[in-house]
Nanobody
C-alpha cells in the first residue's frame, strides 16, 4: 500500500521560513511527478509547486521566487523550502504523487503564517 507522509508544517511569523517534507513508501513504480498543493478555508485546492520525472519544476505565480521544490529520488521524498512567508500562505499543504497512472495524496500538514 502506497503512503505519503508529510512533515514540517507549523506556525511562523511573516517573513519566516519553513521546510516541508513528503516521503512516499510502499510499492512504488514509475513516478511521473510529485508536488505540493494547498487549500485555505473556503477555497479550492491549488497547485503550489510540482516536480516532474525529468526534473522540470512548475510553480504557482504567487510563490515564484519564494518557494523551492526539490527531491531525493533514492528515498522517494520531496521537499518544499518556503521562504519570505506571507499570511496568505496560510493553508493545509498536501503532497500529491502520480505514479503508474494512479494518484495519491497525503493527509496534509497545516502551515500558519502570522502577521
Amino acid at each position: 500500500q502506497v503512503q505519503l507522509v508529510e512533515s514540517g508544517g507549523g506556525l511562523v511569523q511573516a517573513g519566516g521560513s519553513l521546510r516541508l517534507s513528503c516521503a512516499a513508501s510502499g510499492s512504488i513504480f514509475s513516478i511521473n511527478n510529485m508536488g505540493w498543493y494547498r487549500q485555505a478555508p473556503g477555497t479550492q485546492r491549488e497547485l503550489v509547486a510540482r516536480i516532474l520525472s525529468g526534473g522540470t519544476t512548475n510553480y504557482a505565480d504567487s510563490v515564484k521566487g519564494r518557494f523551492t521544490i526539490s527531491r531525493d529520488n533514492a528515498n522517494n521524498t520531496i521537499y518544499l523550502q518556503m521562504n519570505s512567508l506571507k499570511p496568505e500562505d496560510t493553508a493545509v499543504y498536501y503532497c500529491r504523487m502520480l505514479a503508474s497512472n494512479r494518484l495519491y495524496w497525503g493527509q496534509g500538514t497545516q502551515v500558519t503564517v502570522s502577521s
